[in-house]
């Protein structure tokens, strides 16, 4: 169990400790008596002794220190020389110590909303059980607003349902505002079934991809309507899943954010998918069945967060795309908030539809993930793009990586320069193109709010007959399209935190010294590309970095940002 929300071990140490500083014990009544962790771990590891020390030491905050070990029972709370001169000096008599243990239940009361703000139950551990026990006996349910319930594997560690059962009836009513799954909920119909009835503020339950979508067929799924986020993902797009789906959509119709995943290529998302979300419902009353109703209409919803994976958008020439008619009419596309498209084929026919919404777009974030654009977008597609870009501003994230020629304009990109903060745009194809040295300079002159960035330079190896022997300064600089002037372009990027170079090439020793002073003068580490292939499944992987490495790497999964 991670609880979260406060400093760790390791930084009370710094805030209740200073070199002069002496210890206070300070022992409350057994009846108040209850120690609070900035993080406990109990799963795969600690032993029943442990748990004991951690729920039942005699202050309300706990400082493990190595002086202290002797006194496991027995909690050492250290406090500052000053402070603990202020405390000896107003105690001039036993019965002062009586004021100090009411300052320290105060103490207490003030920490343990920080504390227990946040918390994660992971079921991964056979003692469990157990750690709920102590848990439940602290004071400190009452204050959880955020529940989150995890794995370590998810589709290896299905939770009592028993357990988790038990520890939500014990936490008030009407406390949790945010609780989320992240393990399968196939045996979890009564824990969602309490937090429907005792909790109906908590608004953002969340079901994971790890999730078992054999659950959605359950009953009691249909009137469960503080579903927020649901991930959906299968192998293939049967009968039964479009089932599942309606049962996700039309029980809930404040679902804000939706994800639909086709793992295989059998079951890539297509017009009978995006037409069931249109114009069917299920058949709730036959949870076993797989027909469906057919409505009159279209059935708009409110999801601002939309994430297609596995679409396939393309058309033969001269025929409308039945998938691209279908997405338009079953989402709000001018509200979408969000949108990512990973995986997908063919992508340019989507974005020419957003391009032609006469709505004004809310768009904050783009993702653009395409495996291959096709012949006929093979050259259009950036083209589509930067006609996109110019509909709307107010851009804050935008992701593209496509197998298509070119870049987009850099004026389509500075159009949201005020807001754009997370650029990473990419071909990666032998012919795809790069940004000259003026159009880094337009970028950075348009888009001053950008804090990380990743683009193609250079992918061509570029050899100057007489290669320059100082460093390149920041102020006037040639227009040769050399990457030395482009990075200090970049580093005049007042937020600038993280830079990608993508596809750079290998340097000659001649050239290589006043490049890395250039690179150098901003950038402080950089990534391996084994390193990131090994920390993210995203296909970002396979994209060649830099093979100029720095040993101290600053900036650590910058791209969790993107998701």
């Known amino acids: 169990m991670d609880v979260h929300g406060g400093p760790r071990c390791e930084d009370e140490q710094e805030l209740f400790q200073t070199p002069a500083s002496r210890p206070i014990v300070v022992k409350l009544p057994p009846a108040t008596a209850r120690a609070t962790y900035a993080t406990v771990e109990v799963h795969g590891g600690p032993t029943y002794d442990e748990q004991q020390e951690l729920f039942s030491a005699s202050t309300p905050i706990v400082v493990k220190h190595p002086a202290a070990t002797a006194h496991s029972r027995h909690g050492l709370l250290w406090l500052p020389a000053e402070l603990l001169d202020i405390i000896l000096a107003m105690v001039t008599r036993p019965s002062h110590m009586v004021n100090i243990s009411q300052a320290s239940k105060k103490l207490r009361d003030a920490v343990y909303p920080f504390l227990y703000r946040n918390m994660t139950l992971d079921v991964s551990s056979h003692r469990t059980s157990t750690a709920i026990e102590h848990v439940c006996a602290a004071d400190s349910l009452q204050h959880i607003r955020t529940l989150t319930i995890s794995a370590t594997n998810p589709l290896q560690h299905s939770p009592s349902a028993l357990n988790v059962l038990a520890f939500l009836k014990r936490i008030p009513v009407n406390t949790i505002e945010r609780v989320r799954f992240d393990v399968s909920v196939s045996n979890m119909s009564a824990c969602f079934e309490l937090l429907h009835d005792q909790h109906p503020l908590s608004s953002t339950i969340r079901i994971d991809k790890d999730s078992d979508p054999s659950s959605l067929r359950d009953k009691w799924f249909h009137h469960q309507s503080n579903v927020w986020t649901s991930v959906l993902c299968t192998d293939t797009w049967s009968n039964g899943c479009l089932y599942e789906l309606m049962c996700l959509i039309n029980g809930n119709p404040d679902l804000l954010s939706l994800e639909l995943h086709a793992t295989s290529q ?39 967060n939309l994430t297609l994976r596995g679409g396939d958008f393309g058309c033969l020439a ?65 083209s589509v793009l930067s006609t996109l870009l110019m509909r709307f501003t107010g851009l804050q994230t935008l992701v593209i990586s496509a197998e298509a020629v070119g870049l987009p304009e850099v004026k389509a990109v500075s159009n949201h320069g005020a807001t754009l903060t997370l650029l990473y745009l990419d071909n990666p194809v ?53 990457i030395e002037a482009s990075l200090a372009y970049l580093a005049t990027l007042p937020r600038l935190r993280t830079l990608r170079i993508l596809d750079m090439p290998v340097l000659p020793t001649a050239t290589r010294g006043p490049y890395k002073a250039a690179f150098a003068s901003f950038m402080q580490g950089f990534d391996t590309e084994q390193a990131f292939a090994q920390a993210t499944q995203s296909p970002l992987s396979v994209i060649a970095w830099g093979r100029l490495k720095y040993p101290k790497h600053t900036e650590q999964r910058w791209w969790r940002d993107i998701w």
């Open 266 to 304: 059998s079951g890539r998302l297509n017009a009978d998918l995006l037409g069931a979300l249109m114009h069917c419902k299920p058949l709730c009353n036959h949870p076993s069945s797989t027909s469906i109703d057919v409505v009159e209409g279209p059935c708009r919803n409110k999801v601002r």
């Open 318 to 382: 001269g025929t409308v795309n039945t998938t691209i008619a279908q997405l338009a009419q079953a989402f709000d596309l001018a509200g979408l908030a969000s949108l990512t498209l990973r995986d997908c084929e063919k992508t340019t026919p989507a974005l020419q539809l957003l391009a032609n919404i006469n709505e004004p777009l809310r768009l904050k974030k783009l993702v653009v993930l395409s495996t291959t654009e096709g012949r006929e977008q093979h050259s259009t597609f950036f």
């Open 430 to 482: 032998s012919d795809g193109g790069v940004y000259k040295t003026h159009e880094v300079r337009q970028l950075v002159k348009g888009c001053r709010a950008l804090e990380q960035i990743a683009l193609p330079l250079q992918r061509r190896e570029v050899v100057s007959p007489s290669p320059p022997t100082s460093e390149p300064t920041l102020g006037v600089l040639d227009e040769c399209d050399s």
